[in-house]
């Protein structure tokens, strides 16, 4: 890695610690850097690293590298210091969720922020989506993610316009379509408030259009129970599904 490349890198990890704590204060910081860094630990353990290969299936099937078993030591460490940890959705799963939704794909943009590697950017590709979108913070993954996306195949594929961008989620602005964003709890609590408050200053400045909202893994689900104009249409022990509303829309 050039020396650029390094500092840089060291520079991101700076950043997103003093931003942990500004947003959790010195204490919730050291709590949450001490339980990441304990799973972080028993990661390691042969037990769990041998766990980690059960998701390759996937990408012995469609050629492509979306595991986390082969995720890097570095680009491990650089996850604690962001606050979160790349794990692929499982394929089963994925598409029970986007068969859950109570609309057809057809004519939304799929958008999921916090994309790692790309998989759920090529598993919804096979569902008619207008366009997919991936968001990815950590810029390794973000350009396997890109590679995915170049050498996915798939006789099941309907959306081909599909674009992985290195940005944080807290900056990326939405596209005024009709949107299925996915959030496979990518973040902390303090960043996932800041995402739902962009998105919905985006509904509300286009909200003739559907928004949906699928969070799975639901860790941080009374934030979302906090907004009044996310309304839950779906939901079972591994994820929810609400829908963006004028808060005064009777149920
Ligand atoms: C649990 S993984 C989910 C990966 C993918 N969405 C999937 O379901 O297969 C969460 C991902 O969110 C990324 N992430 C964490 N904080 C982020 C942020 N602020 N902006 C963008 N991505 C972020 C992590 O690097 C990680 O790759």
Known sequence: MSYKASRRNRNDCMRWISDAVRNQGRIGALRHYLTAT???LRDLTPERRRARYGDIDYDFDHGVDTTWANVSL???LRELAAGAQYQASEPGLFHDIIRALPVP???????DLGSGKGRTLLMASDYPFRKIIGVELLDELH??????????????QKCFDIESFF??????????DPL????????PD?????????????FRSAPAREIYVIYHNLVHEDTFRAQSWLREVHRTH??????????ETPA
Not at 105 to 111: E, K, N, T
Not at 143 to 156: F, H, P, T, V, W
């Open 105 to 111: 794909p057809d004519g939304f943009s799929f958008i």
């Open 143 to 156: 350009q396997i993610a890109r590679k995915n996306i170049a050498s996915y195949q798939s006789e099941q």
């Open 74 to 76: 570095r680009t491990r």
């Open 38 to 40: 304990l799973d972080f």
């Open 190 to 202: 303090y960043v996932l408030r800041t995402v739902l408050r962009t998105l919905a200053d985006s």
């Open 238 to 247: 591994q994820f929810a599904i609400y829908r963006a509303m004028n808060p």
């Open 167 to 176: 940005e944080d989620a807290r900056d990326f602005k939405f596209p005024a």
């Open 180 to 187: 299925v964003l996915y959030l496979f709890n990518p973040f």
